[in-house]
């Protein structure tokens, strides 16, 4: 209850400056009970020297174009309002001194400016000084920034005797919005652009009387660095060749006899071998022996999903009024990215720090229908804590969707152990999405409580698999709401092993799939047949890009799409 707050809070934050001039402050924070928390640096900045004068002759921060032009106006009950036409409307560089003395109430700046998405690190803010050339830039995964230009500024013995005084520095703090804990419909923000878009493209279809669908959404990582590095490197080997391009795998270790192997083609990991209580290895992880099975991998055996993961309900989505079609791949749908998706990709590999596998792809603008250059970069790491931490990050040159995954398939007994039966999940999710027959979510975000998707308490998935509707076993999307906070997600046993993973990631929803649509002969020639396997794909939801309530996938020009997903291993 330290200063009224409820739980006991561990907080760790880290600052790093790098050879490009970046002060990067990463924060995280962990608690015993339900509770508050708003993290946030409150440096007061002068460009010209905090000794100089008023910095009214410094240009104001800029928003990029493509980022949301919208406010909250603090002492107002719950309004949110575009800055177009406002004295707030800071898009265009002007002049501190020009504009302090317009801004409402007297006081200049300070009020909380909204970029929306949560967990996505976005450009919001430049600052200049033109006498001596200085700038600065600031990128946040927050949703919202406090523009504060120091009007109650009044310190007489402040650094090297300086007198700091009105309009003496500014702050540029990334946060949530103020009050959010009292301010519900701040929590529907996501909701409130939605309804403000499908406005816009009803007075588009009223004025040029065509069809025009805008379902794009505005809407949200600090993904955690600082695991300590792996006690052991990777390895690196020939594993063949794919359309004249080497194929390698690593292999990543730690001291717990855990070992993580993936291929530069697809991204694909291959094997994951975890000892039992006994100690005694086995892979519980399905694949293929070589390359000639992962070239065709029909089920995405531990591939890596992009552009889009899931499906994109009848392979069209509409981004600003225009329309792109997807090949269609799943029925009458498009699936994981298309035909050749990034798991049939080679991807550009390298080794940082001795134990970080970094994979690289560019993807060309309409590729697979999809707009834009997309320049992707995914990290593997294993530690001694037996976390396998899987990190990615995206930029892009045109508006487009994203939405990106790992489709391992588990099995804790061994890869070639038969079905999962015998298996415990815990899935910490309080809603999912309803689909209909074609696996593609009806837009509700429904509970789970008395369904047969409340796996909120442990259970049996051979009691389970046979009671869900539609006779297929799991392959729906479970909701866990906040992008870009880490969050504890599932947890499965094997109680004959004493095996067990634990699944944690910054995405909004995991994708729970018990395979029954799984027919391969993989590795040492095994039979992967119905239920042989469980996956676990951090995502965004099915379809969103057509369903405006849900967690938006749009990724703008400027903007950096993050996301961090950890899976931990072990026995008891």
């Known amino acids: 209850m330290e200063e009224g707050f409820p739980g006991e809070l561990t907080v760790k934050v880290t600052y790093q400056l790098t050879d490009d001039n970046e002060l990067k402050i990463d924060y995280s924070a962990t608690t015993t009970k339900k509770t508050i928390i708003n993290l946030t640096n409150h440096a007061y900045f002068n460009l010209g020297g905090h000794v100089s004068i008023k910095q009214q002759q410094q240009q104001q921060p800029r928003q990029p174009l493509s980022i949301a032009p919208i406010l909250l106006q603090p002492r107002w009950s719950c309004v949110i309002q575009l800055v177009d036409g406002k004295a707030y409307d800071l898009r265009e560089k002007k002049t501190l001194g020009d504009v302090i003395p317009s801004a409402p109430g ?324 309080d809603h999912y999405t309803p689909i209909d027959a074609d696996s593609i979510p009806l837009g509700r975000i429904d509970p789970v409580s008395g369904t047969r998707f409340d796996l909120r308490n442990r259970q049996n998935l051979g009691q389970e698999i046979p009671q869900v509707p539609g006779d297929v076993g799991f392959d729906h999307n479970f909701c866990f709401g906040k992008t870009g906070w880490r969050k504890y997600m599932a947890r499965v046993d094997h109680p004959p092993s004493g095996r067990f993973l634990e699944m944690y990631s910054t995405e909004p929803g995991v994708q729970f799939y018990t395979a029954h649509y799984l027919n391969e002969t993989g590795k040492g020639g095994a039979k992967y047949g119905q239920y042989g396997a469980f996956c676990l794909e951090a995502q965004h939801y099915p379809d969103s890009p057509n369903k405006p309530n849900f967690p938006t996938t749009l990724l703008a020009p400027g903007e950096v799409y993050l996301q961090s997903t950890m899976y931990k291993f072990g026995s008891e």
Not at 200 to 214: D, H, N, S, W
């Open 106 to 429: 007297g006081l200049g700046f300070d009020i909380n400016y909204s970029f929306d998405k949560t967990g996505w690190r976005k450009y919001m803010a430049r600052v200049e000084h033109p006498p001596s050339g200085r700038v600065l830039e600031l990128y946040s995964t927050e949703p919202g920034l406090q523009f504060y230009t120091g009007y109650h500024l009044d310190y007489n013995n402040a650094k090297d005797g300086a007198k700091y005084e009105g309009y003496g520095g500014f702050s540029l703090e990334a946060q949530h919005y103020p009050d959010s804990p009292n301010k519900l419909n701040l929590y529907l923000f996501q909701f409130l652009i939605a309804i403000r878009n499908l406005l816009y493209l009803g007075l588009l279809i009223i004025a040029l009387l065509c069809v025009v669908i805008y379902l794009g959404v505005k809407a949200s990582r600090c993904p955690d660095d600082t695991t300590p590095p792996s006690s052991k490197m990777i390895e690196k080997a020939p594993y063949g060749q794919h359309d004249g391009q080497e194929i390698y795998k690593y292999t990543l270790k730690n001291k717990n006899n855990i070992e993580v192997s993936i291929i530069n083609y697809g991204g694909i990991i291959t094997n994951i071998l975890v000892p039992d209580r006994q100690g005694k290895q086995a892979d519980i992880n399905l694949g293929f022996d070589d390359m000639n099975g992962y070239s065709v991998n029909g089920p995405y055996l531990g591939a890596l999903i992009g552009r889009y993961a899931n499906r994109v309900a009848g392979g069209q989505f509409s981004i600003d009024g225009q329309t792109y079609n997807l090949p269609i791949n799943n029925g009458p749908n498009a699936l994981h990215g298309g035909i050749k998706g990034f798991d049939k990709r080679v991807w550009q590999s390298s080794i940082e720090g001795g134990d970080i596998l970094v994979l690289r792809y560019v993807s060309a603008d309409g590729e697979e229908g999809y707009p834009g250059e997309v320049t992707v970069k995914v990290t593997y790491q294993l530690t001694d804590d037996n976390e396998l931490k899987i990190e990615y990050t995206a930029t892009t040159t045109k508006k487009t969707i994203i939405n990106l995954t790992n489709h391992a398939y588990f099995n804790l007994g061994g890869h070639d152990s038969g079905t999962v039966f015998d298996h415990f999940v815990t899935l910490y999710a």
